[in-house]
């Protein structure tokens, strides 16, 4: 079975994530969806939020996999079993930031490919960041982030959460 592991902070799940981990489902039978645990990042939602944000997303897609994971990226594809890694690539500025971690996890796991999916032209632009700007001040993300989690983040800003 070919599987691949879609890693990200997914702080929260945008449209542009989701484009992503459909696309990966043309190309391979499983898509492990990676959730980075990092205590030391300030996020607008737990792990745990996260993976469930990412959950309600995903439901009913029987080849997508929402999980958590710590520590390197290389290790836990060794770990699963996994030799390849699916990215979106936005703009030109994605591409030093992602061909460095692409090469040392390389490095630090031969055996792993990474493949970078071109983002789709209206997601361009679009970032967790982005969103997270634009819904602390008031504005309308309903055509950045699936509709089902856009309660949860408006919620999380009128309780004051960044
Ligand atoms: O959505 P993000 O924040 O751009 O995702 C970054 C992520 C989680 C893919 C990356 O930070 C990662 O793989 N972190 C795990 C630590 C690791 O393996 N570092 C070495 C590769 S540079």
Known sequence: MRTAICPGSFDPVTLGHLDII???RKVFDKTIVAVLVNPEKHTMFTVDERIGLLKRCTEGMEDV????FEGLLADYARQRGVTAIVKGLRALSDFEYEFQQALTNKKLNPELETMFLTTSAENMFLSSSI?????SFGGDISNFVPECILEDIKARISEGGK
């Open 131 to 135: 969103v997270k700007q634009i819904a």
């Open 65 to 68: 996999e929402v999980v958590g």
């Open 22 to 24: 459909n696309r990966s």
